[in-house]
């Protein structure tokens, strides 16, 4: 059975950091590219970024260049966010998905990042 | 960045009755391999999103067949031959054929 669990959510400050991380079973890890999907309180679904199976290529949404950076150990079979400079508007839940010839077929529960004062 | 647009945002629909969701993207979403990268997600109260129809009309495994999906080029529709109450949640379609992938605004189907 397919699993993604993320964790190392929680309060920050705007202009911290945090790291997210994706534990994942139930598949070969390294065959699949992974991605990250927010999803702000009440609002809708945003991808922020993938990365491939080897790490050699990563891709970000704009909102986030530059702060984001999205890695992944094929060893441990995790995948993990590092987040710096949040800010106010990247509060949101975040999932990690297993992102398979361009559709999102398996989803963690998600973990909660706010950022506020 | 491609815009995909779902109307109606919101439907409250009779156990039994049909229901129809409609997608429209900004930009052509055929692939010159012949594909079309357009998904269906629901995201049931208080879970994650999970996949139901990719590439336009193909059921993911476990899908029930009363849901099914249609339309070409930028237009597509969801739709849900007979709705049951597990079927609740906010519908969005997804993009996948340029980076970044976008979603629609999301279709919050309710029960009457």
């Known amino acids: 059975e397919v699993q993604l669990v993320e964790s190392g959510g929680g309060l920050v400050q705007p202009g911290g950091s945090l790291r997210l991380s994706c534990a994942a079973s139930?598949?070969?890890?390294?065959?699949?590219?992974m991605s990250w999907v927010r999803q702000a309180p009440g609002k809708g679904l945003e991808w922020v970024g993938n990365?491939?199976?080897?790490?050699?290529?990563?891709y970000y949404v704009d909102s986030v260049k530059g702060r984001f950076t999205i890695s992944r150990d094929n060893a441990k079979n995790s995948l993990y966010l590092q987040m710096n400079s949040l800010r106010a508007e990247d509060t949101a839940v975040y999932y990690c998905?297993?992102?398979?010839?361009?559709?999102?077929?398996?989803w963690g529960q998600g973990t909660l990042v706010t950022v506020s004062s | 960045d491609i815009v995909m647009t779902q109307t109606p945002l919101s439907l409250s629909v009779t156990p039994g009755q049909p229901a129809s969701i409609s997608c429209k993207s900004s930009?052509?979403?055929?692939?010159?391999?012949?594909?079309?990268?357009l998904y269906w997600y629901l995201q049931k109260p208080g879970q994650p999103p999970q996949l139901l129809i990719y590439?336009?009309?193909n059921r993911f495994s476990g899908v029930p067949d009363r849901f099914s999906g249609s339309g070409s080029g930028t237009d597509f529709t969801l739709k849900i031959s007979r709705v049951e109450a597990e079927d609740v949640g906010i519908y969005y379609c997804?993009?996948?054929?340029?980076?970044?992938?976008?979603f629609g605004q999301g279709t919050k189907v309710e029960i009457k």
């Open positions: 930009q052509s979403l055929l692939h010159s391999d012949g594909k079309t990268f």
């Open positions: 998905t297993r992102d398979s010839s361009s559709l999102f077929d398996y």
């Open positions: 997804m993009q996948s054929i340029q980076l970044p992938r976008t």
């Open positions: 590439e336009v009309s």
């Open positions: 139930g598949f070969t890890f390294s065959s699949h590219w």
């Open positions: 990365i491939k199976q080897d790490g050699s290529e990563k």
